[in-house]
């Protein structure tokens, strides 16, 4: 028969942890992150300073499932500490293109000579600056931060034209600290 396992994760001093009913809560300062994790097999504990995921059956998809679940609570500690940064790079070679943030939308102007412009969703929780030709997404939820990243680039998809003449558009260049 196989035998469980369980990985601890230890929290850091700073951060608070709540575990109950599948939904792991962290909090630092004014910041909080929540997250729902449904995997069957596995269950949260918290025992002191550490949160224990622990599988009774000792399976390899458990194993794998506890390695998913551990990398997701480790970027929920990185972000209440650190925080996460994307960098995006606004080319435009054909024609000048304007990038604005308004309340918690992203605009871009003149994309392509199009008279009406383009528009990305900015999540909640997260903060976009716009500094010469670089846009910089950041916020402490890493999830949220990305997709937003994803949103900017995906508002200047460029369709109909060969993308190897015209490469205008918003690009990320690095993703939570690392150069791509």
Known sequence: MKKGFEEK?????????????RIIRMKADEKEI????????????????????????GTKRDKTMVGTV???IKNMITGLKDGFEYKLKICSSHFPMSVNVENNLV?????????????????????????????IVNGHNIEDVGQTAANIEQACRINKRDRRRFQ???????????EI
Request: aromatic share 4%; glycine share 10%.
């Open 168 to 178: 205008d558009g918003c690009y990320i260049t690095s993703k939570a600290g690392k």
């Open 9 to 21: 994760i230890e929290i850091p001093e700073g951060i608070s942890a709540e575990v109950g009913n």
């Open 107 to 135: 605009t871009i102007k003149n994309f392509l000579g199009e008279k009406i412009p383009r528009k990305a969703k900015i999540l909640e929780g997260v903060n976009v600056s716009v500094s010469g030709d670089e846009i």
């Open 70 to 72: 551990k990398a997701h």
């Open 34 to 57: 929540s997250k729902r994790i449904i995997v069957p097999g596995l269950n949260f504990k918290k025992e002191e300073n550490n949160i224990v995921i622990e599988s009774k059956r």
